[in-house]
DNA sequence: GCACAGTTGAAACAAGTGTGCTAAAAAAGA
DNA sequence: TCTTTTTTAGCACACTTGTTTCAACTGTGC
């Protein structure tokens, strides 16, 4: 028998090269053979773990959405556990906490953010991506809804506001902060992402 | 002397064609000979116009930006040129008119969105593209900053609003709701953007 | 009609791509 | 040690890319 190697790591450890080439030098780059030497593997070995190059791009772009969504997920769980807190700033501040894993705020998030945007504007031509993309889609959706109920569930909540319509508005400022943070960083730095976040799901809650 | 041909025509002709392909097949394909094709030009004759590819590239997205940002500005010296109107109703209708050049509610406009977000993307990891990018971040920037400072004039406004701050939180709105328009078009539909503007318009002015 | 400019078209090149195929290397079981 | 199977490495092919080069075409001014 061979080299004793988990296939599914070694499919993973390929997928963190392909992340490392796109937000590096973008998803136009991400060939097989940058992939490859990014990887510190032959060409042959990622052929070995994945059939295709869309198989391979379907899967890092799987593992993409998933990291971020798990992340955002485990705070979520963890916010929806426990009582809601009754000072404004404090439902804003465990809110926030859930959503600031949807946004570049660190180096590592940042390189998600880039990889996830790459991807799904590539979903958009490439039938190949599309379902992962539709996929990621829900996901984000269903995080930001439930944040937007346990906000909206709090007495301190502006009246007639519709759940699902917050959702939208709030889904696209993510959306816009995130690409702006990852496409202009010197204008749009963490601190104010933060901030602009803060401010929207303050202006959410009855003064 | 030769057939009369204005090369800022043909270079326009050219850079539609790069629209063309960018929107139907994505940037990755907008290769010197697929443009060539849908331009029904051959290859020699674009690149008689354009030395290079990365010219025409900078080109385009120049004409890209400058043809969105044109709409909202006509909109714009509009609005600025006649005293606000007195109901919140028509302020936000007002403001909502000109922000709208900027987001994809028709199919041109759609087209227009998805060649911005993929040049917008490209020029983060492409040198040939950043200082496009950066002047287009500018006219956006001075374009909604500009709609702010009108609607905060308005007496109706909430007191307290940083117009700096709002404008942030706007650009990333704007940003993030074209984004979801242009690849989710069936979860986004035109008329679910034109309200979440106005609701978010409506939010700044007091109730 | 002629000449000359701009304009077009095509062939060719080097580089890079995905993919198919083959053979060496490696390691665990016999 | 030998076998077997996974893993690795490498070559080759067809294709697309940007770019260069050169020849043909075209229409206007003389």
Redesign the interface.
């Known amino acids: 028998m061979p080299k004793i190697i988990d296939a599914d790591d070694r499919r993973e450890l390929v997928a963190d090269a392909v992340f490392n080439v796109i937000s590096?030098?973008?998803?136009?780059?991400a060939s097989l053979r940058n992939v490859a030497q990014a990887a510190g593997l032959a060409l042959g070995s990622v052929r070995h773990y994945f059939d295709n190059q869309a198989e391979l791009m379907e899967f890092a772009c799987r593992v993409n959405s998933e990291r971020i969504h798990v992340r955002a997920l485990d705070k979520l769980e963890v916010l929806e556990g426990q009582p809601l807190p009754g000072a404004a700033v404090e439902v804003v501040e465990a809110c926030a906490g859930v959503l600031e894993e949807l946004l570049p705020l660190d180096e590592a998030r940042r390189a998600d953010a880039?990889v996830h945007?790459?991807f799904?504007?590539?979903?958009?031509?490439?039938t190949e991506l599309s379902a992962a993309?539709r996929d990621d889609?829900r996901a984000t959706?269903a995080v930001v809804g439930r944040v937007v109920l346990q906000l909206l569930e709090s007495p301190l909540a502006t009246a007639n506001l519709v759940p699902v319509?917050e959702a939208?508005?709030l889904?696209?400022?993510?959306?816009?902060?995130?690409?702006?943070m990852?496409?202009?960083p010197d204008?749009?730095a963490p601190e104010?992402g933060r901030?602009?976040l803060r401010?929207?799901l303050n202006?959410l809650l009855a003064n």
């Open positions: 590096e030098r973008g998803l136009a780059q880039v945007m790459e799904m504007l590539a979903a958009r031509t490439n993309a889609y959706g319509d939208e508005r889904i696209g400022l993510l959306d816009g902060l995130s690409l702006r990852v496409l202009q204008w749009a104010q901030a602009t401010r929207h202006a």
